[in-house]
C-alpha cells in the first residue's frame, strides 16, 4: 500500500495538526512542502486535488482530503494506528467534536484576528488592528474561560485522560499566541505544556529539518523590537 501524501507548508499552523498525528501515530507517509510564496497552490494541479487551493491536503490514493480536521477524522477512520487518537466512548467522543467545531469558528479565529496581523499574514491596518483588539477581549473574556472551565476543567485532555485529535488542533492554534504579548491562564499554559511535551510537536513547531513557525515567530518579534 502507498503512502499517503500529506501537502503543508511549515508556516501554516492548520497544517501542524493533521501533521503531527501523521508522527505520532506511525502513519506512513510523506510531506510534500507547498510552497505559497510562489503560489504552488494556486497550479491547476494542486487545484485539481484541492479546489480551495488551501493547506493541508491528503492524497490518499484515488482519495483528496482537504481541511485539517477532515483530514485528521480520515486517518483515525482509516488508519489503525491512528484509531486510538479518535476515541469511541460517547462523552470523549462529544467532547472532542465539539471543541473541533468550536476551535475553527471561534477560538481560531479570535487568535488568528489578534496574531495574524503581528505575523505578517494580514496585513495591519487599522480596521484590523481594531478587529484584532475585539478578538483579543472575546479570546481572554470568553475563548479561555471556556477551554479551562469547560473542557479542561477536571481532565488533563479535551476528552478525558488521553490525547486527541482536539487537543493537537488547539495546541497549534495556541502556538500563534507566541508572537503576542498576551498571557495564557496558567491552566491552559499547563494544558499546552502537558501536550507539547507528551508529543513531537516542539520539533515540528521548531521545523523539524526546514523554516519551522518558532523560528519564524522569533523572527517576527525580533524585527518588531527593533
Known sequence: MPPVVL????????AHGPWLLCEQAGIDYVLEDVD?????????????MNPHGTVPALRDGDVCVWEAHAIMRHLCRCYPE???????QPEALASMEQVLDWRNTSLFRNISAVAGPLLGFTAPDESRQAAGRAAL?????????????????????????SITIADFSV???LKLLDATNLSLPPSIEDYAARVTQATD???LA??????????????KRAWGDG
Open 7 to 14: 501537502y503543508i507548508s511549515r508556516l501554516v499552523v492548520d
Open 36 to 48: 505559497l510564496a510562489l503560489g504552488e497552490h494556486r497550479s491547476p494541479a494542486f487545484r485539481a
Open 82 to 88: 491512528a484509531a486510538r487518537y479518535y476515541p469511541q
Open 137 to 161: 477581549t472575546r479570546a481572554k473574556d470568553g475563548d479561555f474561560a471556556v477551554l479551562q472551565h469547560k473542557f479542561l476543567m477536571d481532565r488533563p485532555y479535551i476528552a478525558g485522560h
Open 171 to 173: 495546541v497549534t492554534a
Open 201 to 203: 510537536y516542539k520539533r
Open 206 to 219: 521548531d521545523g523539524n529539518g526546514g523554516y519551522g513557525i518558532n523560528m519564524y515567530i522569533s523572527m
